[in-house]
């Protein structure tokens, strides 16, 4: 159990760039959640993967964000013209499927991003 | 609209006393509430969980109590060390969408030695 691992940790970037964040799960994790955090907020949920298919997507999520999980493996969470208001903590969750209801999500150490 | 309220928003507490963080919930379909603790620089942690067929569970010096009729439940971090100087987060998740948690605002401890 290496972790679930996020690049980069810290992204700075001027309005209206686009900039890819990657996750790497727990390799036997089926399931993968993108979650933001603010300062001072607890996490906010943002999207869902089984394997490749993204079955849930937050109305956080507005369509300048795109999240991909290729091949049911790492994911990639896009986001396109930034606005300063993207300014957060990119938080990537793996969790196994269990079957049971009793989720545990095992979190990434996040990417900070800055939009200047 | 914040689905899990927390509270307080910061706690100093001395090295040995009781730690006392607070979570209320709306949403009487959440069936499981899980504690998540997060150190700086790093993602939240599981840090224990209850369901609420129980009032109480403790695992070591974390207890998790449940009180279902008030739609309440809290972290009690008994004899409290430096070490467990984190921001706490309670959450909250549905029976028939398991996959999305509502996390609470957080609350930074600070145990002093």
């Known amino acids: 159990d290496t972790g679930v691992s996020q690049n980069p940790r810290h992204k700075i970037t001027k309005r209206g760039q686009n900039v890819t964040f990657r996750c790497d799960p727990i390799s036997e994790h089926n399931r993968l959640y993108w979650y933001r955090q603010t300062l001072g907020q607890g996490p906010e949920f943002l999207t869902y993967f089984q394997n490749e298919a993204q079955l849930e997507k937050s109305r956080l999520l507005s369509d300048r964000f795109s999240a991909e999980r290729p091949k049911g493996s790492f994911s990639t969470l896009e986001i396109q013209r930034t606005e300063q208001g993207d300014s957060a903590m990119y938080l990537c969750?793996?969790?196994?499927?269990?079957?049971?209801?009793?989720?545990?999500?095992?979190f990434g150490s996040g990417t900070q991003l800055s939009v200047l | 609209q914040q689905q899990v309220k927390q509270s307080p928003q910061s706690l100093i507490v001395q090295k040995g006393g009781i730690s006392i963080i607070n979570c209320a919930y709306e949403?009487?379909?959440?069936?499981?509430f899980p504690w998540y603790q997060q150190f700086p620089g790093k993602g939240p942690a599981l840090l224990i969980a209850?369901?609420?067929?129980?009032s109480e569970k403790k695992e070591g010096r974390f207890t998790i109590s449940f009180n279902k009729s008030a739609k309440q439940f809290s972290l009690h971090i008994m004899d409290s060390q430096p070490g467990d100087s984190a921001t706490y987060f309670c959450?909250?998740?549905?029976?028939?969408?398991?996959?999305?948690?509502?996390f609470g605002s957080g609350t930074k401890l600070n145990v002093k030695p």
């Open positions: 959450a909250a998740r549905t029976l028939y969408n398991f996959n999305k948690f509502y």
């Open positions: 969750a793996s969790s196994p499927l269990t079957g049971g209801h009793n989720e545990k999500l095992f």
């Open positions: 209850i369901r609420p067929d129980v």
């Open positions: 949403n009487t379909a959440f069936d499981y």
